[in-house]
């Protein structure tokens, strides 16, 4: 089975992450995906470098994601080019990790998608699991987690899909607002629903 996890910013899903790993499931990490396909000697690194210029390059020719993103952050059109070129590469290594974990026989296979919704990648799973939290509680957590002003914060929460709207597109929500064990609890009622044998930790 193919699960896509995701939740709005802030909103615990690392925590779900991390219990799945430590459950032995496969995840497969877009974000970190996201960053391997734009490093030297990668195809999305040339195209980036081909069309932005080298004065996006770090010293070291790392792309230096603060310069870009001041380009595209402030045009929609460059935006859309940078798209164009990362989501395909982003999406071509996400199925090579999933055709490598079907091989090994794995019966669930966990997508970690933070805009599943927002770039419309509903096709790529059977189920979602949303992790859900109250919009005051997101807030402070994402205040606290980046040192940041509550305008830098909601500015960064309303560039998302608000996450009382993805309630209704998931199969399953996770409620994040409480304690690690009580998120842990309702992780493993999905899975048993499911059908997915998992060996509890501590």
């Known amino acids: 089975m193919i ?7 802030a909103s615990g899903k690392s925590s779900v ?18 960053r391997e396909v734009v490093e030297a000697g990668e195809e999305a ?20 994601r603060k310069k ?8 929609e059109e460059e935006r859309n080019a940078l798209n164009a070129i990362v989501h395909p ?3 071509k290594r996400m199925l090579e990790q999933k055709e490598s974990y079907e091989k090994e ?29 109250d919009a005051d509680v997101q807030l402070q957590r994402l205040m ?17 899909m608000p996450i009382a709207e993805k309630l209704s597109l998931a199969d399953e929500v996770i409620d994040n607002n409480g304690s690690r064990d009580e ?7 999905i899975l048993k629903k499911w059908n997915i044998t998992v060996h509890d930790v501590d």
Not at 17 to 34: C, H
Not at 45 to 64: C, M, N, P, R, W
């Open 3 to 9: 699960v896509g996890l995701t939740g709005g910013i």
């Open 17 to 34: 992450t991390r219990l799945l790993k430590e459950y032995g499931i496969a995840v497969i990490d877009a974000d970190l995906v996201a």
């Open 45 to 64: 690194y040339q195209k980036i470098v081909d069309h932005f210029g080298e004065t996006i390059l770090a010293s070291d020719k790392t792309i230096a």
């Open 68 to 75: 870009l993103g001041e380009i595209v952050f402030n045009d």
């Open 89 to 91: 590469a982003i999406r």
């Open 105 to 133: 026989g794995r019966e669930l296979i966990v997508y970690d998608l933070p805009l599943l919704f927002e770039n419309e990648l509903t096709h790529m799973v059977e189920k979602i699991i949303l992790v859900y939290v």
């Open 144 to 160: 606290e987690r980046d040192q940041s002003t509550r305008e830098e914060a909601l500015s960064r929460i309303r560039s998302q």
């Open 183 to 189: 998120t842990k609890q309702q992780l493993l009622e």
